[in-house]
Every structure is written in structure tokens, then in C-alpha cells.
């Protein structure tokens, strides 16, 4: 049997055939083996990775998957002073973070349906008149009304309308004139190649004489639908440009009109008001209740803007300030609180896919979110601000003056109520303070006069920089006071006076010397050091000599025997003098000090500016003069209503304050309480002086701050401008100011006005005291305070 099996298997082996089977075996052994091999393998890798070598493969991964990314943070609130319900209502934002629009249209109304036919998408006379009435509203209503024309002659891009009419009527017909031809207008034939050429590729554009090219200053356009595109005018107008030849022909091909910028930055009301209109008409077509081709809906293009925008417009601006174009708080409050109002871009932790996007997040790291939600309350009265701004604007045109500035204050607290200067400028177009505009004899006909105090610039190639004026370069420098009146001189000055100085707050950034509304202080001063008291008399005989100077007093009324009280009623010089020389210098400059002058209020606002007082070793005895009347000191318009604050509230120096409080996300408030620095002067010193001044209202120069059936303490103050080492008189040459408060049983404000350069009168009593006037007015009646009196 053993022997069959060999010889069988021989035969086997002999025909190959279990040979083969034998090799097929053994490779299959071998495949199993290095498959078993690598899956141990791969088991030692995973078990390796998962368990040995977890911590440092997981963090492999993580850092290559898991990413830190910025969460952007929406700017901060700025509030006026909560509203008298205790709400925050929008109408107290005075500057908050929001998307607005940008209006443009696509003025295509026609879809070509083939075969010769048309389909109409719109009604173009309706659009025209929706879009008439928009900007009318956004130019005339929706912003300060007295701004129409400088709205409407922005819109319009033109220096001046001779013509103008404050009247619906004119100014909607302007209006059309722009816009109706633009919006029937179907092929573009408007193209801007650059702003900055050079002097040698505008000469030589010109040279080429191609049709359709035009220049002006540094700037080149085409207009397609005049310019040929030829291969040879691509060619060289491409070699003058810097530009490739396809570069330049894509962007003076002829095509169809598509897209014509309307209106920036619409208001709220605005632009709500349009989405609503687009989406009723929608539904309207839907519905088939309106036929398509009477709808306008399908021209507007709405595009986002986010910004940061002022509902109040010019409102407050000094004291808001604004954002710059990096997003940078500059002056007021934005200035101030930067920092807060910005706040720091939150942080993210996520997984993120093989793109980089985020797949899984992880967590959120909050706690540097401060400028999210955050609100900044101010003490600013809307209600307050907008009057008296009013009241500032026609006073400042009413008597001709450079410029304006009413501070109103709380005497208790420090409040600041209301801060107000004029020019102003529009908050949401900081960049339109930089307009020119040429200097003419119908509108200064006296320019030596009626340009003094502004920057005047005369044309002047090689020491004169680069301006823009009606869209062209012209190089100007400063012009000197002596140039002022030369009429060959073809003179340009900013249209709002100051440019960019308006972003300036003068109530806390511009020093000037008070004048006689400092002689309310001297006064109390005197009586505070018992030098004086209200029944104390002396001797006037109109002048004092101090070395080579001889001061006078203004009015004859001061001549004689008479009380300190009748000094301040016709804001004697000579009677202030009288008082510091009995006080002495040492104690007047304590005094001075304790008033808060020759320092900084501290007020939480940007740009804020003080004039030492020097040590008072150093006064001369015709320093400390002047001093008594507010020449020779110089302040600023808050630091004087800080001053009277004193007089007011019984004697306390009080911190003035702009912010209320700071409300964050989480609920937590940072409240602002009131500042009691220190007493300055005695309450019986306090009541006495308001009597003084009281009188003076009703009987003396500030007669003019008088509001019948009320008691106000008042006193009136002219100072003159001091040019080239001496004090100017006439017009334009003064600073009129007047300074007091009310009720005097119980002061619930303090008023400080400041004029520069009046022309019409150059006295405090009969211009500031008006404004007063009219301030305190609207005070007593806004805060519901009955009459004191018949």
C-alpha cells in the first residue's frame, strides 16, 4: 500500500502537477504570513497612538485642526441722559454702531424678450418722483432744516445757487435736475482711469488727441460711447497709462448703464421706509393687483454699510466726537473712551476642516468683550442741547460773530447739561469740514473786518499747499491781517470758517480771557476775606495809573462815591482793583486755585486745556490789576462755568461731568457720582454775591440776562483781543461773554455764553446777554420752575 502511495505520488511529482499545487500553497502561506505580520503591526500602531502615545498625537492633532479665531466686537452706545420715563429710547442714542444703505439704481427698465419684442421692469416718472421726495427728505428733514442749502449744494456738487429758495418747490426741482437725467440715462459714458497722473502722461494723453479721453488737474476719464477701440488707440494710450492693452480695453468697452449712486448712508426712517415700499409691491405683483411695469421696485440696489452713525446728526458733535476711517475714536467722548467703546475682539476656539473652516466649536472666551453692548450715558439734555444750540447758531449770525460756545451746568451736581458750539459740523460727514469757498464783496464787504479771526488763504505756487477747490488743485497759504483787505487778492477761506477746527470743543479746548463776567469772582473773593462786604464803598475817579498803563473803566455810571454792589452793576475796572489791592496777591492766586483756575476741570472728554497761573511772586502789580477784571488770566468756557457753579451752589467746588454712567453687557453700571472737591467760599459768601449779582440784573449792564417774572444772578463781560503786544478795539476785536444762573432762591443751572468777534455790537450786555436771555427762557419754562415774582 505504501508502496502504490510513492509510486503515485511520483507519477504526481513527475507531471508537475502536485509540484504545482505545492508552490500555490506555499505562496498562499507566505500572503496569509505578511498579512498577519502587517495587521499585528498596524494593532502595535493603533494601540501605540491611542494608549502609549495619546497625549502627544491628540495635541498633534489639535494644533492642526483646532484654530483661535477673533470675534469681532460691535462698538459701544453713546447716550444722552436718561430720558425723563427712565427709558433709553432711540431717540437718546447720540451715537450708536448700525448697518445703513446705500442707495444706487440700475436704471435698465426694458428686457429684451427676442423677436422684436420688449418687456417694461418699471416706471421710470414714478421713480423719479419717489427718488425727489427721498432726498428731499434726507437733505432738508431728516437733518437740521437750517442745513438745507449746504445739503442741497453737496448733493448737487456745486459751489453756490445765487438763486436759492428755502422752499420745497426749489429745492425738489433742484433736485430733479440731478437725478432725472441720470436715471434715463442708458450707457455709460463715464470712466475714471486714475486721479494721480503725472504732468508728463496728462501732457502726452492730450498730445495722443484721441477722442473721447479728458482730463482735468491730475485726472483722466474716458467716455465710451465717444472713444473708438481700436487696436492702435489702445496701444498707445495704454503705454502713456501704465496700463496693459486688455486692462484698458475692458474698462472703456461700451456697455449698458447698470448702476447709478443715488444716496450714502440713508437714515433709518429711509431706508425702512424703501424696504417696505419693495417689499408691498412685490406682493402687490403677486397678488396681480400691480402690473410690473408701473412698480419701481426692481431698480433699487440697497447695499449694506456698516457704520457707525449719529441719529442726532450735528447735535452735541463736539462732545460725541466721531470715528475716523481706522475705526479710532477722535475727540469728545469716542476720543476719550476708546478704549471702553472698542472694546477687545472676543475670542473663539474651534475645530476647523481641511479649508479652514469652522466645523465644531469649542467654547467662547467673553470677557474681553467690553465695547460689546457697552453704554456710555452721558448728562448731555437732548432736549436742552438741540435749543440752545439753535439759539447759538442765529445768535452767532445775528451779530456777525466768528464763533460761539454756551456751557450749561447743573451747580450741584456738575452736570453738564448742555455744551454747545457754532460752526458746528455733521457727524456723519466729519470729511466735509475741508470745503472752500472763494472770498466775494457781496458776501464780505468789509473783509479787513469781517474776515479778522479766520483762516484766509491767498493763492501762492511755490510757498502755498495743495487744496481742492470746485474739483480742482489750487496751492494757497495764510493769508496776514494786512492782506485781509486787499481786494486784488483773490482770497478763499473754509465754508463753515474753521475746517477741521470745528471738531474742536472751545467750551474745554480754546482759552481766551473772560473779561468782566471774572469780576463776579474778584467780588466774592473780597467779601469771602472780609476785605469787603456788600455795603463797603469806595472812591471811583475813572482810572488807575500803574506804571506806564492807565486803566479806565468803560462807563461813566462808575464816577463817584459808590458800593462794590453799583461796581458790578456797570462792571467798574477801577472798583475790582480796589479789591485786589486790599486782598493781596498771595490770597488771590489761593483763591484763583480754589476756583479751579490754572488747571484742568478733569472733565471725561478729549482735547481738554488749562493756562497756568504762574506763581504769584512773579505778578507784576498791573498783572494783578487786570487779573480783577478777567484780562491777564485766561480760561475756558467750562472752567468759568465751574467758577459760577461756586457762586451758586453755596460754595463748593464740584467736579464738572460729562458721563452719568457706564452700563455693561453682564448689568453692572459704573456710576459717576458728584464730585464735592472742596469749599471754596463761605455759604454766607455764596448768598451774598448772588444777591450782588441778582441786583445787577435788575438794575445795572446785565439788565439784558433779565427774563421777566424771574430772579437770576447775571453779570455781562467784553474783553478785548490782544494782536501784536496790545489790546484791539472796534468791531471784531472782543470776546462778549455773559455768565449767571437761576432761580436764585434755588439754582438749578448755570449759563456761561461766549461770543468771539461780534461785529453788529461788540459788547457782552447787548449781544451774550441776549443769548442768556433766551437760554434761560426756555430753562424755566422746560423745567416747569413757576415765576418768583410779579
Not at 496751492?475 to 477741521?500: C, D, M
Request: glycine share 8%.
Amino acid at each position: 500500500m505504501k508502496d502504490q502511495f510513492n509510486n503515485l505520488l511520483y507519477k504526481f511529482k513527475k507531471k508537475r502537477f502536485f509540484h504545482n499545487i505545492t508552490e500555490k500553497w506555499q505562496d498562499i502561506h507566505t500572503i496569509v504570513l505578511f498579512f498577519v505580520i502587517c495587521f499585528g503591526a498596524l494593532i502595535w500602531n493603533l494601540f501605540s497612538y491611542t494608549v502609549i502615545k495619546y497625549d502627544f498625537y491628540n495635541g498633534l492633532a489639535d494644533r492642526q485642526q483646532i484654530g483661535t479665531f477673533a470675534v469681532p466686537v460691535n462698538r459701544g452706545t453713546i447716550y444722552s441722559s436718561i430720558e425723563k420715563d427712565g427709558e433709553n429710547k432711540a431717540s437718546s442714542y447720540l451715537a450708536t454702531s448700525i448697518n445703513l444703505y446705500d442707495l444706487a439704481i440700475d436704471p435698465k427698465d426694458e428686457i429684451d424678450k427676442g423677436k422684436g419684442k420688449v418687456e417694461k421692469t418699471g416706471n421710470k416718472e414714478k421713480l423719479g418722483e419717489y427718488l425727489v421726495n427721498l432726498v428731499y427728505d434726507e437733505i432738508c428733514n431728516n437733518k437740521v432744516s437750517t442745513k438745507c442749502k449746504d445739503n442741497l449744494l453737496k448733493f448737487l456738487r456745486v459751489i453756490d445757487l445765487e438763486d436759492f429758495e428755502n422752499t420745497p418747490e426749489y429745492v425738489k426741482k433742484a433736485i430733479a435736475g440731478r437725478i432725472i437725467p441720470r436715471i434715463n440715462q442708458k450707457k455709460v459714458t463715464n470712466v475714471l482711469l486714475g486721479t494721480n497722473f503725472t504732468t508728463d502722461q496728462i501732457t502726452k494723453i492730450k498730445a495722443l488727441n484721441i477722442r473721447g479721453f479728458y482730463t482735468q488737474d491730475s485726472s483722466i476719464y474716458v467716455n465710451p460711447e465717444e472713444y473708438t477701440q481700436t487696436a492702435e488707440n489702445l496701444s498707445k494710450a495704454s503705454a502713456v497709462l501704465g496700463m496693459t492693452s486688455n486692462d484698458l480695453a475692458k474698462v472703456t468697452r461700451k456697455r449698458d448703464l447698470r448702476y447709478v449712486p443715488i444716496f450714502n448712508k440713508l437714515s433709518i426712517n429711509s431706508s425702512e421706509s424703501l424696504k417696505q415700499l419693495i417689499k408691498d409691491e412685490k406682493e402687490a405683483i403677486n397678488k396681480q393687483i400691480l402690473d410690473k411695469k408701473d412698480s419701481i421696485y426692481s431698480f433699487f440696489i440697497l447695499t449694506e454699510n456698516p457704520s457707525r452713525y449719529y441719529p442726532e446728526n450735528e447735535v452735541a458733535a463736539q462732545v460725541v466726537g466721531f470715528i475716523d476711517s481706522s475705526g479710532v475714536g477722535r475727540y469728545g467722548v469716542e476720543g476719550f473712551f476708546n478704549n471702553v467703546l472698542k472694546g477687545n475682539n472676543g475670542k473663539i476656539v474651534a475645530r476647523k476642516d481641511n479649508k479652514g473652516r469652522i466645523i465644531d466649536t469649542i467654547s467662547m472666551e467673553k470677557e474681553d468683550l467690553i465695547g460689546e453692548g457697552i453704554k456710555v450715558v452721558t448728562t448731555i439734555d437732548r432736549n436742552i442741547q438741540r435749543k440752545v444750540e439753535e439759539i447759538l447758531e442765529q445768535g452767532v449770525k445775528k451779530y456777525q460773530a466768528n464763533k460761539g460756545t454756551i456751557v450749561i451746568t447743573e451747580p450741584k451736581t456738575g452736570k453738564i447739561l448742555a455744551m454747545a458750539n457754532y460752526p458746528t459740523y455733521d457727524i456723519n460727514n466729519y470729511g466735509d469740514v475741508y470745503e472752500l469757498e472763494k472770498v466775494t464783496r457781496s458776501k464780505y464787504p468789509n473783509p479787513s473786518i469781517d474776515l479778522l479771526g479766520y483762516p484766509v488763504f491767498v493763492e501762492d505756487s511755490v510757498e502755498g499747499k495743495k487744496f481742492v477747490y470746485d474739483n480742482r488743485e489750487i496751492f494757497l497759504r495764510p493769508a496776514t491781517i494786512e492782506e485781509l483787505g486787499n481786494n486784488a487778492l483773490v482770497k478763499y477761506k473754509y465754508k463753515n470758517g474753521y475746517g477741521s477746527g470745528v471738531y474742536q470743543n472751545d467750551a474745554i479746548s480754546s482759552l481766551y480771557e473772560p473779561g468782566s463776567i471774572m469780576k463776579a469772582i474778584t467780588v466774592a473773593i473780597g467779601l469771602d476775606t472780609g476785605e469787603i462786604n456788600e455795603n463797603s464803598k469806595y472812591d471811583d475817579k475813572g482810572s488807575v495809573k500803574i506804571d506806564q498803563f492807565e486803566i479806565k473803566n468803560e462807563s461813566k455810571e462808575c464816577l463817584g462815591y459808590h458800593t462794590f454792589e453799583h461796581a458790578l452793576d456797570f462792571s467798574c475796572n477801577v472798583g475790582m482793583i480796589r479789591v485786589f489791592q486790599r486782598v493781596g496777591k498771595a490770597l488771590v492766586s489761593e483763591y484763583f486755585e480754589a476756583f479751579g483756575f490754572g488747571e484742568l476741570t478733569g472733565v471725561d472728554l478729549e482735547g481738554e486745556v488749562y493756562a497756568p497761573l504762574g506763581p504769584w511772586e512773579k505778578w507784576s502789580m498791573a498783572n494783578l490789576f487786570t487779573k480783577s477784571y478777567g484780562l491777564g488770566i485766561a480760561a475756558t468756557p467750562l472752567q468759568m462755568a465751574s467758577a459760577y457753579n461756586v457762586l451758586a451752589n453755596g460754595g463748593i467746588y464740584v467736579k464738572p461731568k460729562i458721563i452719568e454712567k457706564i452700563i455693561y453687557p453682564n448689568g453692572s453700571e459704573i456710576n459717576y457720582k458728584t464730585e464735592e472737591k472742596r469749599r471754596v467760599i463761605k455759604e454766607s459768601t455764596s448768598k451774598t454775591i448772588t444777591k450782588m449779582l441778582h441786583h445787577g440784573v435788575e438794575k445795572g449792564f446785565a439788565k439784558s440776562g433779565g427774563v421777566e417774572g424771574y430772579s437770576l444772578a447775571g453779570k455781562t463781560g467784553t474783553a478785548q483781543i490782544l494782536y501784536k503786544g496790545k489790546y484791539q478795539s472796534g468791531a471784531g476785536w472782543t470776546n462778549a461773554s455773559y455768565g449767571g444762573y437761576g432761580p436764585i432762591e434755588d439754582p438749578k443751572f448755570v449759563i456761561i455764553v461766549k461770543l468771539e468777534r461780534p461785529r453788529t455790537n461788540v459788547y457782552g450786555s447787548a449781544t451774550s446777554g441776549d443769548l442768556f436771555r433766551q437760554v434761560a427762557t426756555y430753562l424755566f419754562d422746560y423745567y416747569g420752575i413757576p415765576k418768583s415774582k410779579k
